[in-house]
């Protein structure tokens, strides 16, 4: 089936577009991309750059995709912009194209970015990533697979979040968050890990001992005897092999530019501050 262009749209000489795809009125976009088959542009949606949108992406109006990166150090050098299979972008989402440093903004397949959501330059979001309305990556972000964002938390830039990790709303990250973990800071406050994401584990077919393992492995990275570096030794050593904790322990092993999040007191997890560990 032959593209379907809105005589009110504007498409570039040069753009590549798939069998089914729609391009509504007043959306603009540039020569050098292609949309995959049966994406849908619905209206004032502007794809430019070197950008590549996988196939049945949908993305709803007022969004921006491909746009040079807010870095003042970017001289409009070529770089990409790759936007998995089977996303919805929603409303006023921007995402930015690389800078040289990386050469890449990369999200994966099925994501779905609420509105007003943001990704940075250099980004790599996985698959089955959720943002909530306006969840705001800075450049050079790595997000797994299967990660929540709430609405409205702040990710500072070179932040990890491994898989299966929920960031709640209104916070701040600056640290890495390990994989499974669950970080909150109210109102804006850098967070810190308030247990871990056993509904979303469960979700992705974590078994009841692959839940009890992490849990250990969390406990004693956490509050166990010693500094981090001996506990992350002992974690280690006891869990390195398993494969839902190991995930954990090579997460920090590969370590990054951010420090790893540290969890919250357990005297202020029973104030209230969010659920524990064990809860499931």
């Known amino acids: 089936m032959a593209a379907e262009i809105h005589?009110?749209?504007?498409?570039?000489?040069?753009?590549?577009?798939?069998?089914?795809?729609?391009?509504?009125?007043?959306?603009?976009?540039?020569?050098?991309?292609?949309?995959?088959?049966?994406?849908?542009?619905?209206?004032?949606?502007?794809?430019?750059?070197?950008?590549?949108?996988?196939?049945?992406?949908?993305?709803?109006?007022?969004?921006?995709?491909?746009?040079?990166?807010?870095?003042?150090?970017?001289?409009?050098?070529?770089?990409?912009?790759?936007?998995?299979?089977?996303?919805?972008?929603?409303?006023?989402?921007?995402?930015?194209?690389?800078?040289p440093k990386s050469g890449l903004t990369q999200i994966g397949d099925r994501c779905y970015l609420m509105a007003c959501s943001h990704v940075a330059h250099d980004c790599r979001v996985g698959n089955n990533v959720i943002f909530a309305n306006a969840a705001t990556l800075g450049g050079h972000c790595q997000v797994g697979d299967f990660v929540f964002l709430g609405g409205l938390c702040g990710v500072h830039q070179y932040s990890r979040i491994g898989d299966f990790a929920m960031v709640g709303g209104l916070t701040g990250v600056k640290d890495d968050i390990i994989p499974y973990g669950m970080a909150f800071g109210a109102n804006g406050v850098?967070?810190?890990?308030?247990?871990?994401?056993?509904?979303?584990?469960?979700?992705?077919?974590?078994?009841?001992?692959?839940?009890?393992?992490?849990?250990?492995?969390?406990?004693?990275?956490?509050?166990?005897?010693?500094?981090?570096?001996?506990?992350?030794?002992?974690?280690?050593?006891?869990?390195?092999?398993?494969?839902?904790?190991g995930r954990l322990i090579a997460f920090i092993e590969a370590g990054g530019k951010r420090p790893v999040m540290m969890a919250a007191p357990k005297m202020t997890r029973a104030a209230g501050s969010g659920p524990a560990a064990a809860d499931d």
Do not use: W
């Not at 009125?25 to 619905?42: I, K, M, N, R, Y």
């Not at 070197?50 to 196939?55: Q, R, S, V």
């Not at 003042?72 to 089977?86: L, N």
């Open 7 to 99: 005589p009110l749209a504007h498409v570039a000489p040069g753009a590549t577009l798939g069998e089914g795809v729609r391009i509504g009125p007043f959306c603009t976009v540039g020569a050098d991309v292609t949309l995959a088959e049966g994406v849908v542009l619905q209206s004032h949606v502007n794809v430019e750059g070197l950008t590549t949108i996988g196939a049945r992406t949908l993305v709803h109006p007022f969004a921006s995709i491909g746009g040079p990166p807010q870095d003042i150090s970017y001289k409009g050098e070529v770089t990409r912009t790759q936007v998995g299979a089977d996303c919805v972008i929603r409303e006023s989402v921007t995402i930015n194209r690389g800078t």
């Open 190 to 245: 850098s967070g810190e890990l308030i247990g871990l994401n056993v509904v979303g584990m469960k979700r992705r077919g974590l078994t009841r001992d692959d839940l009890r393992v992490v849990r250990a492995c969390y406990e004693m990275l956490f509050y166990g005897p010693g500094i981090f570096a001996e506990r992350f030794a002992a974690a280690s050593a006891a869990f390195g092999d398993h494969p839902a904790a």
